[in-house]
């Protein structure tokens, strides 16, 4: 087969049908799915969608054959296996229990203790960690934010000095006596100056970090169900925030530290969305629900879906996702309860 390079996507050359009918694919069980250009442009041409997205049940797209997403893949994309560890009694109530520092560093919580470990190394610390609802290190990878919920009030740690045989330093602590729910989520701001707190009762704090003092409130519309995910953008112009509703906000970032809602995002099926913002592209975002799977890349600026990608059968669901930092390729972790 002789394929001739052209500018424009390849699914808008029928390429697609023309791999289905080669490896006799069936088009409502098999996916192909590329993850660059035609033409390996770093700038992927904008598609033809008009309708701006405000609040939407599903993307708004023209022609999906048309929509694909690029990065930059690796001569050979094969995964192995570096390590395996085994984590028992790990927290499953929480979100933000497990997390991997710039250092190469490791924090978990299990059941009352925090444990941070080196992988392929026999690095290992453990502390006490009661009641603890969530974990982050900073961007340094040098102190880790620690929320905990205490006498029915939250409490946010920041520690330090996390070496083996030495007592970790509490550089920072504070209840927030105001507050009756738990922080649920957190999540640092790319210069290290603040730290995101989603909350239980749907409530975002913008906490300064070298006194966790409050920030001004968040402007406009909160959640109303428990925040399951905070995350920047790649240099923090944006924040995303998700629910167990389903419920996605998008909100733009000011010198300020104040939050101003941008775009709304509703799952189809209620349940809590997964996403994660690509690691150069300061605008895209990609956007997943766990069921039926639908996996969608937009475009804040434009508020355009520039690719999207559902697939039809429900014998599966996505259970997280996370872009490759380096290669900007997507990794998805998806189940299949249904078999068992």
């Keep these: 087969m002789r394929m001739k390079e052209r500018k424009g996507y390849w699914k808008s050359h029928s390429f697609a049908t023309v791999f289905n009918q080669m490896f006799d694919l069936s088009p409502r069980m098999d996916k192909i799915l590329n993850f660059r250009d035609a033409t390996n442009q770093e700038i992927c041409k904008r598609l033809e969608i008009r309708e701006p997205l405000l609040m939407q049940q599903e993307p708004m797209y023209k022609n999906e054959h048309k929509l694909d997403w690029g990065c930059r893949p690796r001569s050979k994309p094969l995964a192995f296996i570096e390590s395996v560890h085994d984590l028992p009694r790990i927290k499953v109530e929480y979100t933000n229990i497990i997390d991997w520092s710039a250092k190469g560093q490791i924090a978990a919580i299990f059941s009352k203790k925090l444990v941070i470990w080196t992988p392929n190394t026999e690095v290992t610390c453990a502390y006490c960690a009661l009641y603890t609802t969530g974990i982050a290190f900073n961007p ?201």
Excluded at 178 to 204: E, F, K, M, P, V
Aim: aromatic residues 10%; charged residues 20%.
């Design 140 to 340: 340094a990878g040098d102190a880790l934010a620690m929320a905990t919920f205490t006498m029915s009030r939250p409490v946010l740690r920041l520690l330090n000095c996390l070496r083996p045989n030495v007592k970790a330093n509490v550089s920072q602590m504070k209840v927030f006596p105001h507050l009756d729910t738990d922080i649920s989520c957190l999540a640092w701001h790319s210069s290290g100056r603040y730290i995101a707190c989603g909350l239980g009762n749907g409530q975002i704090m913008i906490i300064r970090a070298r006194d966790f003092e409050i920030m001004p409130g968040v402007v406009g519309p909160v959640h109303y169900y428990r925040i399951v995910m905070v995350k920047f953008s790649a240099t923090s112009k944006y924040m995303a925030s998700t629910d167990e509703s389903g419920r996605l906000y998008i909100w733009s970032w000011n010198a300020n530290g104040e939050l101003r809602p941008l775009t709304a995002w509703v799952s189809n099926e209620g349940v809590a969305s997964v996403f994660d913002w690509h690691p150069w592209r300061e605008e895209e975002i990609i956007i997943a629900d766990t069921e039926p799977v639908t996996i969608a890349v937009y475009h804040v600026a434009s508020k355009q879906v520039l690719s999207f990608h559902r697939r039809r059968n429900v014998d599966c669901l996505i259970t997280a996702l996370a872009f490759n930092k380096i290669s900007g390729e997507l990794v998805v972790s998806y189940a299949y309860p249904r078999k068992y």
